[in-house]
């Protein structure tokens, strides 16, 4: 079965490129390709320049489910990511308190993931994610699992820790609002054998963007205009598994 | 027009087994009270059933004497021997069939094969192999605690959530890594409930090996106890033997109850 087809993507370096299409069509997978957690059958995904500095994992992962570990205490789940690259000691302990502080988890570093709500625990993945220094975080729909009110809150939070230091991200999502606010390019899908529908550009700068903006609402009603057809036939399709 | 507002009737709740405390002592109690009763007023024949009190006295008299130990402490030894074998055996070779393809295809019928053979079938061939001593009796229990905590284990490291393994990698832990701190820690409910079917059965397979040759142990004290038709001391092993699968089934509780602390 084919699940992308003809799709060529360049994701610019300092920004945040957003992946929406309906649903089934492909963008996890595709972030599974980025990422080197799934081999094309054809194709190729290339990456140009070296990684920063420090940095462990260069391409580094926030998943839907979070991904804790349950038996690791907070700062045991960042810990995991560091041990492996042998970083030790003190330095070990000043990267999980300064991510911890970046994701105001500093007063959380010993509870246990079943402790905390469900924008704790992705703001513990967010925060395991930044240890290991990333060239490219790759955000397999972040905020699908979360309440609307939580999901507002980690926007915030994550449009705070871009500003702070700009990182380069992919950010699979199905909620247009999600995109229209955090992208500095929205990447739009057809339905089923995925192909490039459209790219949009976001020229305004993330922190000038609010919730109910009217621009950002022209935006998304313009996106699901271009969703729309296709989001029923794939609602409409029937799965041969 | 409009009619009196009822309240809502409650149809919520139930399916939901608590827990009471001192439950299953009373009911303890209350049955040994009948039998003690039963054989005291005539409508329990004494060949029916010991009189508890009895059994009691007999139990006093096990430990005044010293004999108590003399039985329990070698099937203790021959049980912790035997089990821990068997046990770290079983979740070695469970954890690898859980994590190789081609051990999993070699060995999963084997494991299926001889778990079915009733093991106490196989004791004059270990008597051949290990010797009529401590060595046949350690092997019987050992290859009966092995198969089920084989297949405990194997299920275990199945259940354990893929999505945690591809976090492993994505973030580029080793392969050993991914297994001593993501595959084995997610593993260990299931490995430690499998334990307690194995203990159990390793109890009953040490009853089993004593009865077939050994001078002292609670085996060879129950076969002795049966064929004088001594139902007070055969009552005493048997209340010896239960004490014994109370105590295991205890103990694993509070290592999971410690281990497992992070369980939700």
Known sequence: MVVLEDLSLTILAGRITCIIGPSGCGKSTLLRLFGGLERPSEGQILQSGEAPAGCLNPLTYVFQDFALLPWRSVAGNVSLVLEDHGVRGATRHDVIADVLARTKLADFHDALPKQLSGGMKQRVAIARALAVNPAVMLLDEPLSALDAQTRELLMDDLIALWTRQPFTGIYVTHNLAEAARLGHQIVVLSRRPGRLRDVVELALPLTDRHPGQADLEALQTRLWELMREEAEAADQELSHV | MSEAARPVQFRGGGFKPGMRRGTGLAVFILLIAMIEWGTRAGWISNLTLPRPSDVGLTFVDLWQTGLLWD?????LGRLIVGTLLGVTAGIGVGVLIGLFTYIRAGLVPLVAAMFPIPKIA???????????????????????TFTPTVVAAYGAVDNVDRTLIRMGQSFGLSWISIVRKIVLPGALPGILSGMRVSVAIGIILLVAAEMLGAEFGIGAYILQAGSLYDLERLFAGVVILSALGVLTSWAIGMIERRVLRWRV
């Open chain 2, 71 to 75: 039985h329990l402490l070698p099937s």
């Open chain 2, 122 to 144: 196989l004791l004059p061939l270990f008597v051949i192999w290990f010797g009529i001593g401590e060595g046949s009796k350690y092997a019987l229990i050992a290859l009966g």
